[in-house]
């Protein structure tokens, strides 16, 4: 067994459950929370369902120390709770954090107020599914007392996107969501958890690297391993393609790689930092990109999966890609000590493939502070409004002087084997007025740009047209006088 496999799996992993300190010291490396609960420890109100993160049977929620944390939000009494899908996080992640699962759940009578109000709303018919709707409804329901907070109907829509059911539908369990709040309060007693990880905090760190220094080093003297972030992607290779990963690195351990921030014109964005961090800081200076964000996957995909991973990936239908590209983002990647960027539109060669050098990884997506004067819109085409993936991607940015064109970025997911700019596209509109005419000619152009492929998703020529559509979109709601009305700032 390699050096880097054999420090995950057989230095001893601590976290609290069930009340108390585990600790576990023979886990593999990619060994499921899921599989853990459920075989280990016969805690079997976690469910499996699809297996892959999607449809949150499996839902539990982990704990943490804020300082120890990039996620967004207020703690709840000194601990930050985020739902997390069990069957694709991988046991050795839960080093140093809190997992609360259902069997955690109770109030003064038996049941804590979320599962009460399922009861009394009627939320649950065969009840597979329920479990991890009341991992969620906890979850939110511990966020927003914590915060002195009552979300409503469209806050909780929104935390449940990432739990599906298949026969009681979902009026009933919003309706419990929002009827949870009027029973008794019943809050969780955080000082002993906080006690037990400030106590695993303080003894001997876990095998994974604690700064970019290490992790750099490791990964340089181990080029053939496989960095391990968030695993949304990587957790699926293990639970449905059987894979060995070989050698492991995680980096959820390097705090560095977490950090969001602002100086010298740019905001650089650690590839450490959550999805839900990451889409938070970019639509915080570009409100357009807000319906983006609330539907990028689901939050227990979110708050688990990287903005780094998503984009070292590479997928030719992930939706982050598109808007960085957008941004006129650059890549930050580093090999041992040394750092240098890449245009993220320059870092893709091909389906899965990139410019990275072996023992290389993306340190940080740097978006420059110009980039927010564009007028900037991403449009997301699914079968589905919540946790799908993508049929088309459109991320479309342009700077106007009086009525020309000074500059433009038409980038689309799911046209191609990559996600990538429409050059064609982009060229005739370049210095032309942003008229019907233009429009007309840009849309033409997408023809020669991409030659989509037909898939269960959608058609090429399902896709082709709705790119060409989306462009007409971008263009009606910023013309001087708009002709259609966004809920969007058009700045």
Not at 132 to 157: I, K, V
Request: glycine share 8%; with cysteine; hydrophobic share 45%.
């Amino acid at each position: 067994m390699s050096d880097a496999l054999r420090a995950t799996s057989a230095r001893e992993i601590r976290f609290f459950h069930r009340g108390g300190i585990v600790r576990v010291a023979d886990a593999p490396a990619t060994r499921s929370v899921l599989d853990w609960l459920r075989e280990d420890q016969r805690c079997t109100g976690t469910k499996e369902g699809c297996n892959e993160g999607d449809c949150g049977a499996c839902t539990v929620v982990v704990g943490e120390l804020p300082e120890h944390t990039d996620s967004p939000g207020q703690a709840v009494r000194g601990l930050r709770l985020r739902p997390v899908n069990a069957c694709i996080k991988f046991l050795p992640s839960l080093h140093g954090k809190a997992l609360f699962t259902v069997e955690d759940l109770r109030g003064p009578l038996g049941l804590h107020p979320a599962q009460q109000a399922l009861v009394d709303c009627h939320g649950s018919q065969c009840g597979f599914c329920t479990p991890g709707f009341a991992m969620t409804l906890w979850s939110s329901y511990e966020n927003h007392c914590g915060a002195g907070t009552r979300p409503d109907r469209a806050q909780l829509a929104d935390e449940l996107a990432g739990n599906l059911c298949r026969c009681t539908g979902y009026r009933p369990i919003l309706d419990a969501g929002a009827q949870m709040f009027d029973h008794v309060p019943v809050a969780l007693d955080t000082a002993p958890v906080i006690a037990a990880l400030r106590t695993i905090a303080a003894g001997a760190p876990a095998a994974a690297p604690r700064t970019l220094a290490e992790l750099a080093r490791r990964y340089a003297a181990s080029p053939q391993a496989r960095l391990l972030a968030g695993g949304t992607d990587v957790g699926l290779w293990v639970t449905k393609q059987f894979r060995d990963l070989g050698e492991v690195i995680p980096v959820t351990e390097v705090d560095e790689l977490k950090a969001v921030t602002h100086a010298g014109g740019e905001l650089w964005i650690g590839a450490g930092a959550s999805l839900e961090t990451a889409w938070a800081a970019l639509a915080a200076r570009a409100p357009s990109l807000t319906e983006a964000w609330r539907r990028f996957a689901s939050p227990p995909i979110r708050h688990a999966g990287t903005l780094g991973g998503n984009v070292a990936n590479g997928s030719p239908i992930g939706d982050s890609a598109p808007v960085l590209m957008a941004l006129d983002a650059a890549v930050e990647l580093r090999r041992g000590e040394r750092v240098r960027r890449l245009p993220l539109d320059d870092f893709y060669t091909g389906y899965l493939t990139n410019r990275m050098e072996p023992g290389e990884f993306v340190q940080a997506l740097v978006v420059p502070d110009a980039a927010w004067t564009r007028q900037l819109r991403a449009y997301k085409i699914s079968k589905r409004f919540d946790s799908d993936i993508s049929a088309v991607f459109a991320a479309l940015a342009i700077v106007l002087d009086g009525e020309r064109v000074a500059d433009v970025r038409l980038v689309f997911g799911g046209l191609a084997a990559v996600v990538r700019r429409a050059a064609a596209a982009e060229a005739v509109l370049l210095g032309q007025p942003w008229n019907a005419a233009a429009l007309a000619a840009a849309q033409a152009a997408l023809a020669t740009d991409f030659k989509p492929l037909d898939d269960m998703r959608a058609s090429a020529s399902y896709r082709l047209r709705a790119a060409q559509n989306l462009l007409r979109r971008f263009w009606l709601e910023t013309l001087a006088q708009p002709a259609l009305t966004s809920i969007w700032s058009v700045a």
